[in-house]
């Protein structure tokens, strides 16, 4: 197996710390949502994800869970960089952001594009040889498995829509390469194809929900970008619907926004200069090139997406390490290879001699520094794998052995797992933020700064319990100030991450 795999495999062991993995998890056991109102129509996007992952913990819990998402996150990398070059500089990259591969329903939709990604190509290709009858049931096959793969993504992720969108892509790029003097196509060909692509598109349809699936990616995206007054906030105040150039100004991340900002504008720059030389030709080096224009187009439409919003750059990732260059201009194994080649010079060869190495140390010494750090990271974990800094783990154990008659109010965070773990008392909020109305996330979002609104809503929703984080997340401090002076409100609950109050 390839490096980066293996190496993703292992920097992916790490507890349970996407918060949002809870609420799947209480859904896959049975449909919940808060005891708030919510948007309609309810589109559970999510539920083959839920069922998988649920599956999953039933049998070993959150460990065999961490290890499932691990084994998946290798995979994903072994679609992508099966046949890209391996380098130093590439494994460093993926240590610096280990932390964002958690089980999320967006893995599923990265290991669905992987199978498009080496696929989709070759069902596109016009092949000579389709008289054969080998070639055309091998053809048919790979068209089955598409169309099977895509109706499955839709009740994965909202995101099922990159796959008809990468499909629409192969097929322009093959269209244009006919164009402009490649292998020429004919009408019947182009009609096949394009009905393939619609296909795709039309895979909603055969749903239940039928249009509001077919329609959920466009609410997603209007969240993420902000394009309507109502979603503004969302796209505003949630931290991984922000850009990296957002988040490095207001100080958060500041390494990782950097790198982040970094890759982009070079996945942007290398797309471009990628597409304006890979014009049309015929032959074996038509396919290369054609395959190639599709690489870098995907790898500009991620980094665009990756640099509009911090969450999207694991799409960004797998693509950049994945692209196959057989030029070199921008693989990362270039780069290393250059500043090797430096040390190599006639006039530093002298003065580094006593510290020259050979190109299997210069890479394995640092990538064993990065194993040691990673396996001294595991120390801070324990087995049970869940991030009791982010859950309310102890406060959720207590909370159930002490029931209260009224509504609980809770932060967004801390909502999915309560309502796994105890779901008779239903929650205020959860991560399903796009299951809430601007006004009411406004609302909420404005509890932290006007404890005086909270006090009221409290009274007039029949709020008696609250729970808020003291660390991770930790936006409540002027309202909890306000409740320990308020004579109704007492602390009947505190461990170093969280605090419940109860009103009397």
């Given at each position: 197996m390839p490096l980066l795999p293996i190496a993703v495999i292992l920097f992916s062991i790490f507890p349970l710390t996407d918060t949002d993995i809870w609420w799947h998890l209480a859904c896959a056991r049975e449909w919940v949502t808060t005891w708030t109102p919510v948007r309609m129509p309810v589109v559970n996007v999510h539920e083959y994800f839920q069922l998988v992952v649920g599956f999953v913990y039933s049998f070993g819990g959150a460990p065999l869970l961490v290890a499932?998402?691990?084994?998946?996150?290798?995979?994903?990398?072994?679609?992508?960089?099966?046949?890209?070059?391996?380098?130093?500089?590439?494994?460093?990259l993926l240590f610096i952001f280990r932390y964002h591969f958690e089980i999320r329903p967006v893995l599923f939709s990265l290991l669905f594009l992987g199978i498009y990604w080496n696929i989709l190509p070759r069902i596109f290709e016009d092949c000579r040889c389709d008289s054969r009858k080998g070639a055309a049931i091998s053809r048919c096959c790979f068209v089955a498995l598409i169309l099977a793969?895509?109706?499955l993504w839709c009740k994965f992720q909202g995101l099922y829509i990159l796959g008809p969108l990468f499909a629409l892509l192969v097929l322009f790029a093959k269209i244009w390469n006919s164009r402009k003097g490649g292998e020429k196509l004919s009408p019947k060909a182009v009609a096949w194809r394009v009905a393939f692509v619609l296909a795709l598109f039309a895979m909603p349809f055969l749903h239940r929900e039928g249009l509001n699936l077919f329609l959920y990616p466009f609410g997603l995206l209007d969240r993420l970008l902000g394009l309507t007054p109502s979603a503004a906030i969302f796209a505003s105040e949630i931290a991984e619907?922000?850009?990296?150039?957002?988040l490095l100004l207001a100080g958060e991340n500041v390494l990782e926004s950097v790198l982040m900002i970094a890759l982009c504008m070079m996945g942007i720059f290398a797309g471009l200069h990628c597409l304006r030389h890979s014009g049309a030709t015929?032959?074996?080096?038509?396919?290369?090139?054609?395959?190639?224009?599709i690489q870098c187009a995907a790898l500009l439409v991620t980094s665009v997406l990756a640099l509009v919003a911090e969450r999207n750059f694991v799409l960004l990732l797998p693509v950049l390490l994945g692209i196959k260059n057989d030029h070199d201009h921008f693989s990362f194994k270039h780069l290393g290879s250059k500043f090797y080649n430096l040390l190599e010079t006639?006039?530093?060869r002298n003065s580094v001699a006593p510290l020259r190495m050979t190109r299997s140390y210069f890479?394995?010494?640092p990538v064993f520094f990065l194993l040691g750090l990673w396996a001294r990271s595991l120390s801070a974990y324990d087995f049970s794998m869940v991030a009791y800094q982010r859950v309310p783990v102890d406060a959720a154990n207590w909370m159930q052995k002490h029931p209260h008659s009224g509504r609980l109010f809770n932060d967004d965070r801390a909502g999915g797992y309560l309502a796994f773990v105890n779901p008779d008392d239903s929650t205020y909020i959860d991560g399903r933020f796009i299951l809430k109305t601007a006004e009411f996330f406004e609302n909420y979002l404005?509890?932290?700064a006007y404890p005086e609104r909270f006090l009221s809503d409290a009274d007039s929703l029949n709020m008696d319990r609250a729970i808020f984080p003291l660390r991770y997340?930790?936006?409540?401090e002027t309202l909890l100030q306000s409740l320990e002076k308020d004579s109704r409100w007492h602390p009947v609950y505190r461990d170093e991450y969280f605090v419940v109050f109860d009103k009397h």
């Open positions: 499932f998402k691990a084994i998946l996150w290798g995979t994903v990398f072994a679609l992508f960089v099966c046949r890209a070059r391996q380098s130093l500089v590439a494994v460093v793969i895509q109706w619907n922000r850009s990296p150039i957002t015929k032959g074996s080096e038509a396919t290369s090139r054609n395959h190639l224009g006639p006039r530093l890479f394995l010494l404005a509890y932290a997340y930790a936006r409540w």
